[in-house]
């Protein structure tokens, strides 16, 4: 208590001393940081770094096509090919418009549903009789044609006008002439998505007469791609504030008679996100911004049909066969026409086919999506595999860290797949595998420092008062020492040398000194070798106990052996050296605190409590019975195959209770059959001296101290000494325990 400036007493309150994280929590927190740090870098660099990291991903889901392709089907598209044959037959491209509308002809008459160009023609023929005769007048050459001759353009208009034609056209931002009016609307339900959409600033379109009499008109370019590879294709675009659509779906209007197109789109105005698209019958699912993915299968069973070959009679009733009820798409694969593509399953695909491909996938209904919930489903992802990982990592050794990193990258792998093989979902494996990778390459070698440092720390501590073997176990599996203390059941054992003060003044310090170093390197061997944890040695004496900091097994029954051990080596030594030197050793089991103990400055590995006490006394004992090996009753019976011999009841110092001492006397299949008749026969004398039966006691005593090799004689001759002492009968209030009045 102190006084304040007013007299008033003021309790000053004692500072809680802050608790001090072990070893093994600091290391868990370190790799826990250390990993939580690595996970949140990557996901934040990957949301970063979004359109280069899907480069990466791109070729993830490109290897899956390639891997498991669209199922072949009979496509309802075929292709009509301007390839090298048809231009060696038919002249050099670009033919002809009468050309071209021979083409639409022939092919509307096999049977074609629809027809769609993959081509612009946006200049006029220049093989027009009126531009043939202007040309050649340019040049001097006078000239009359027949103003009757037919037009190509216009009977390419007309070919358009009677059929079931979508012209093409090729959106682009590298002009600014405005794309013709587009043929069909669209209707919406829900928010207009059209700040979603891909906006170009022009296009190059077909010739006014050519767009005029078209019913249908689609755009076929592709947006740029980062590596050129075409995975997605928008269906819808705009220009302006007018919507477009794709050629492919666009001959799917034609080929269905359907006068427009519904989207459907989620969000407000501002943010609305497009769903998916109807175009006659058919639903399609898209992305947010109006894109298809492209499933492709390679279209194994499509029909190719040569250009020249509809100019051949005798193949119009194959032809026929390949045309009907199908939608037409004219193209090129002519190298040298440059309409090649590269997409996820081959190099060089004709742009034509890519089309064919979309139209072929929406009307067998087997579609690849990407919500717009699969990044945030990647980054839970990512983060649950990174988190799992750091739990393990913080808890396991590395061994089963790395394990478990392995594991968790081929779970992600592999739902990826099922994902998209089972679900057609596309799911980036690449992001938590790199997460998981972050936080192994980050967390793992801190993790290694501290084990490393850990175990260095453990073998340090433990290396010189351990076995290697338990050592080892203890820098394995640190989490058995617990730092500060803690309560444990212990086997403990204290040992001297009998008369080791007077033996002591007889030697000068060197002598004594090398008398201890070997006196104690037996000994410490055999402890050693039994599992014991050796406390300390305070002079001739050693302190050495069982059951920490690791768990041992049946540490009594160890404890008892290592005595007998130590025994027999002291009695080697003494053969060996020509000395006569004895030892007593006191056991005890019970509960005790164990751990650390000491100063800020200086502290050791140690054991407390009335158990560790009670130890000390039952070593003192053995002076006065003269035996080299005395343990309590908690020792005894915890033990098998080991025979011992109540010594005596005593009430030691510090100890209100009698504590019941036995005398180790060995392995009961090691002993001979005289000592085991001593043991009876002395069983017999102490039952009779606890009983009172002091004449009887007198007896037996006698006719042991007549034994011939008797082990306890030094026990039976300090009750030869009592018994003298008292009366012919026990005392009033007799119970036949010894009260000590020394340690």
């Given at each position: 208590?102190?006084?304040?400036?007013?007299?008033?007493?003021?309790?000053?309150?004692?500072?809680?001393?802050?608790?001090?994280?072990?070893?093994?929590?600091?290391?868990?927190?370190?790799?826990?940081?250390?990993?939580?740090?690595?996970?949140?870098?990557?996901?934040?660099?990957?949301?970063?770094?979004?359109?280069?990291?899907?480069?990466?991903?791109?070729?993830?889901?490109?290897?899956?096509?390639?891997?498991?392709?669209?199922?072949?089907?009979?496509?309802?598209?075929?292709?009509?090919?301007?390839?090298?044959?048809?231009?060696?037959?038919?002249?050099?491209?670009?033919?002809?418009?009468?050309?071209?509308?021979?083409?639409?002809?022939?092919?509307?008459?096999?049977?074609?549903?629809?027809i769609g160009f993959d081509i612009v023609f946006s200049e006029p023929d220049r093989t027009a009789p009126a531009r043939l005769v202007e040309e050649m007048r340019r040049q001097g050459i006078a000239i009359e044609v027949d103003p009757d001759l037919p037009d190509p353009d216009a009977l390419l208009a007309g070919a358009v006008a009677s059929n079931a034609v979508a012209l093409g056209i090729a959106l682009s931002n590298e002009t600014s002439v405005a794309a013709s009016d587009p043929k069909a609307g669209f209707s919406f339900v829900g928010a207009d998505p059209r700040a979603r959409l891909l906006p170009y600033s022009g296009?190059?379109?077909?010739?006014?007469?050519?767009?005029?009499?078209?019913?249908?008109?689609?755009?076929?370019?592709?947006?740029?791609?980062?590596?050129?590879?075409?995975?997605?294709?928008?269906?819808?675009?705009?220009?302006?504030?007018?919507?477009?659509?794709?050629?492919?779906?666009?001959?799917?209007?034609?080929?269905?008679?359907?006068?427009?197109?519904?989207?459907?789109?989620?969000?407000?105005?501002?943010?609305?996100?497009?769903?998916?698209?109807?175009?006659?019958?058919?639903?399609?699912?898209?992305?947010?911004?109006?894109?298809?993915?492209?499933?492709?299968?390679?279209?194994?069973?499509?029909?190719?049909?040569?250009?020249?070959?509809?100019?051949?009679?005798?193949?119009?009733?194959?032809?026929?066969?390949?045309?009907?009820?199908?939608?037409?798409?004219?193209?090129?694969?002519?190298?040298?026409?440059?309409?090649?593509?590269?997409?996820?399953?081959?190099?060089?695909?004709?742009?034509?086919?890519?089309?064919?491909?979309?139209?072929?996938?929406?009307?067998?209904?087997?579609?690849?999506?990407?919500?717009?919930?699969?990044?945030?489903?990647?980054?839970?992802?990512?983060?649950?595999?990174?988190?799992?990982?750091?739990?393990?990592?913080?808890?396991?050794?590395?061994?089963?860290?790395?394990?478990?990193?392995?594991?968790?990258?081929?779970?992600?792998?592999?739902?990826?797949?099922?994902?998209?093989?089972?679900a057609l979902k596309l799911f980036d494996p690449l992001l938590p595998m790199a997460a998981l990778g972050a936080v192994l390459l980050t967390a793992l070698p801190l993790l290694l420092m501290l084990t490393h440092r850990e175990k260095r720390f453990v073998r340090e501590s433990f290396g010189r008062y351990l076995s290697p073997t338990l050592v080892e176990r203890l820098s394995e599996n640190p989490e058995g020492l617990t730092l500060g203390g803690e309560d444990r059941e212990l086997t403990i054992l204290f040992s001297d040398i009998r008369g080791f003060t007077a033996l002591s003044e007889k030697l000068t310090p060197a002598e004594l000194t090398g008398l201890l170093n070997n006196f104690l390197t037996p000994m410490t061997q055999?402890?050693?070798?039994?599992?014991?944890?050796?406390?300390?040695?305070?002079?001739?004496?050693?302190?050495?106990?069982?059951?920490?900091?690791?768990?041992?097994?049946?540490?009594?029954?160890?404890?008892?052996l290592a005595a007998l051990d130590m025994v027999s080596a002291l009695e080697r030594l003494n053969r060996e050296s020509g000395m006569a030197l004895k030892i007593g050793i006191g056991l005890n089991t019970g509960m005790a605190c164990v751990g650390n103990l000491g100063s800020d400055q200086r502290f050791s590995y140690s054991c407390i409590g009335d158990s560790v006490n009670l130890a000390s006394r039952v070593e003192g004992m053995t002076k006065l019975y003269d035996a080299s090996i005395l343990v309590t009753e908690d020792v005894r019976a915890r033990t098998t195959g080991l025979l011992f011999a109540e010594v005596d009841r005593v009430r030691v110092v510090g100890r209100r209770a009698p504590v019941t001492l036995f005398a180790l006397v060995g392995v009961a299949g090691e002993i001979s059959g005289r000592v085991a008749e001593l043991v009876q026969r002395h069983d017999d004398f102490i039952a009779a001296w606890q009983a009172g039966d002091l004449g009887v006691a007198r007896e037996r005593l006698q006719a042991l101290l007549s034994m011939p090799e008797n082990a306890l004689t030094g026990t039976h001759a300090l009750y030869g000494e009592r018994l003298a002492e008292l009366p012919e009968t026990a005392p009033e209030g007799w119970d036949g325990v010894f009260t000590a009045n020394s340690k």
């Open positions: 208590m102190t006084a304040s400036a007013q007299g008033r007493p003021t309790t000053v309150q004692p500072r809680t001393p802050r608790r001090r994280l072990s070893s093994s929590q600091r290391r868990k927190l370190g790799v826990m940081l250390m990993g939580a740090a690595a996970l949140v870098a990557v996901i934040t660099a990957h949301a970063a770094l979004a359109p280069q990291a899907f480069r990466l991903t791109a070729l993830v889901f490109d290897a899956y096509q390639v891997i498991k392709p669209r199922a072949a089907t009979d496509p309802p598209v075929a292709v009509i090919d301007i390839d090298e044959a048809s231009i060696g037959k038919l002249g050099q491209w670009p033919w002809s418009r009468g050309t071209v509308a021979e083409i639409v002809t022939r092919a509307s008459g096999l049977g074609a549903a629809a296009a190059l379109s077909n010739l006014p007469e050519l767009t005029e009499r078209a019913s249908a008109m689609g755009y076929f370019s592709f947006p740029p791609a980062a590596d050129n590879i075409i995975r997605t294709f928008p269906l819808v675009s705009k220009s302006g504030d007018k919507l477009y659509p794709a050629l492919s779906i666009e001959t799917l209007r034609i080929a269905q008679q359907a006068s427009s197109f519904l989207l459907r789109s989620a969000g407000s105005e501002d943010g609305a996100a497009i769903t998916d698209l109807r175009v006659g019958a058919l639903d399609v699912p898209l992305s947010a911004d109006g894109e298809i993915w492209i499933y492709y299968s390679g279209l194994p069973k499509m029909n190719v049909i040569s250009a020249a070959d509809l100019f051949d009679p005798t193949k119009a009733a194959m032809l026929m066969g390949q045309i009907q009820g199908r939608i037409l798409l004219v193209g090129t694969s002519a190298v040298g026409l440059r309409d090649i593509v590269a997409t996820p399953i081959d190099p060089a695909m004709a742009g034509v086919k890519v089309h064919a491909e979309i139209i072929d996938q929406i009307a067998s209904g087997v579609f690849l999506q990407r919500p717009d919930w699969m990044i945030g489903a990647e980054r839970a992802a990512a983060v649950a595999a990174g988190l799992v990982l750091l739990l393990v990592l913080a808890t396991a050794t590395p061994a089963l860290s790395v394990v478990t990193g392995l594991l968790l990258a081929i779970l992600v792998a592999g739902g990826s797949w099922v994902a998209f093989a089972k055999v402890l050693l070798q039994r599992e014991a944890t050796i406390d300390k040695y305070i002079g001739d004496a050693v302190m050495a106990f069982w059951n920490a900091p690791l768990d041992i097994a049946d540490h009594p029954q160890k404890a008892c």
